[in-house]
């Protein structure tokens, strides 16, 4: 049973930093497509970055620039180094991972099996 557990929410100012990270109980999972959403109360959730089991990385055009999606391999973690946070980044982050073997990042939700209970990011 894979688990995935995050950490390194909580409470900044506008223009801060935050660094998300998951930490998979199965290494098996860990080299496949990983990736990271948000979603706030009443919305739907939407990608925010992804890494490929090829090594390809890829983000939601509002993340550019400010957001860094990258593992750790040796230990099977994943991060999400968030700077130049804004009010709209507000939300409960949540690491996935997907079963399919290597190939490229992707943000569609549907192609990922395994999710974590989430990680909340307040933006003041």
């Known amino acids: 049973h894979v688990q995935l557990v995050e950490s390194g929410g909580g409470s900044v100012q506008a223009g801060g930093s935050l660094r998300l990270s998951c930490t998979v109980s199965?290494?098996?999972?860990?080299?496949?497509?990983m990736g990271w959403f948000r979603q706030n109360p009443g919305e739907e959730r939407e990608g925010v970055a992804a890494i490929g089991g090829d090594g390809s990385t890829g983000y939601r055009d509002a993340m550019k620039g400010r957001f860094t999606v990258f593992k750790d391999n040796a230990n099977n973690i994943l991060y999400l180094e968030m700077i130049d946070l804004k009010p709209e980044d507000t939300a409960m982050y949540y690491c996935a991972a997907s079963s399919r073997e290597g190939g490229s990042w992707t943000l569609v939700q549907g192609l990922y099996d395994y999710w974590g209970q989430g990680s909340q990011v307040t933006v003041s």
């Open positions: 199965e290494g098996t999972y860990f080299s496949d497509c």
